[in-house]
């Protein structure tokens, strides 16, 4: 990448935390000071083990029954919205941006969780640096190729392990679990990562996505058991 383009988005990056630094802190993972679950502390101080899970070795799959097949020279990945500017980045485009490499843990909440996942992408953080949110952005709505949707609040999709990753330990992501692209929210129950993502869409205020529509919890927060709506 040329160097003022990277030096553009590391300052927007820089700029966008600053904005929403004082609100992740206060996002239930980082400031819940009464944590439920086992285990070791994780890296963001919470239980390994959220209460009512358990640790599984193996990755189920879960989809709506249908897996999208998306070559790579059709994916596109659409940012737009509440945005300066919008963006429809080709794979060439979206592999040329600072990739980051995290571990971190996915927990489902029908009651597995799968730790220590060696993940590479683009953190949204950088993507939402690119796009510059207008002041008013609260939220956003991510978009799957199979017709799923999910909201985001900023202060959870723009912590730096929020990735769109498309490798998972050293390999391509395989199509069941969401490849070529997909999100990830190690710190929220992972339905609220989309498979398959082809739109970012930021908000003004929160909307409903698919399984927040049908009685799941709109904050997702694992080590409260927040799992559905009351
Ligand atoms: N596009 C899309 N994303 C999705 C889903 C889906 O059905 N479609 N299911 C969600 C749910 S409920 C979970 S638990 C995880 C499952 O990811 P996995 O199949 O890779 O384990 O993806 C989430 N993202
Ligand atoms: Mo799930």
């Known amino acids: 990448m040329e160097e003022d383009k990277l030096a553009r988005i590391i300052e927007a990056r820089m700029k966008l935390k600053a904005r929403f630094q004082d609100k992740i ?8 000071n009464a944590p439920k679950g086992t285990g070791e502390i994780n890296r963001h101080g919470m239980p390994g083990i959220p209460i009512g899970q358990t640790v599984t070795g193996k990755w189920p799959v879960l989809d709506l029954g249908y897996q999208p097949n998306i070559s790579l020279d059709r994916w596109r990945l659409i940012i737009d919205g509440a945005v300066e500017n919008s963006l429809r ?10 990739q980051t490499k995290d571990t971190s843990d996915f927990h489902c909440v029908t009651t597995w969780s799968k730790l220590n996942m060696h993940w590479k992408g683009v953190s949204l953080l950088d993507l939402a ?13 991510c978009y799957g ?3 799923y949707t999910t909201n985001l609040s900023l202060e959870e999709a723009l912590k730096p392990d929020v990735l769109l990753v498309h490798t998972y330990d050293g390999q391509p992501l395989p199509k069941e679990h969401g490849g070529p692209v997909r ?12 498979k398959w993502i082809k739109r970012i869409e930021f908000l003004t205020e929160d909307k409903l996505g698919f399984w927040e529509d049908r009685g799941y919890s709109n904050t997702a927060y694992p080590w409260r058991n927040d799992r559905y709506s009351d």
């Open 183 to 194: 999100m990830i929210t190690p710190q929220l129950y992972a339905w609220k990562g989309s």
């Open 89 to 98: 980045l080709t794979w060439k485009e979206f592999i040329a941006l600072p």
């Open 25 to 32: 802190k206060e996002t239930p993972s980082l400031s819940d």
């Open 129 to 141: 640096a690119l796009v510059h949110p207008v002041e008013a952005a609260t939220h956003i709505m």
């Open 145 to 147: 190729y199979d017709t």
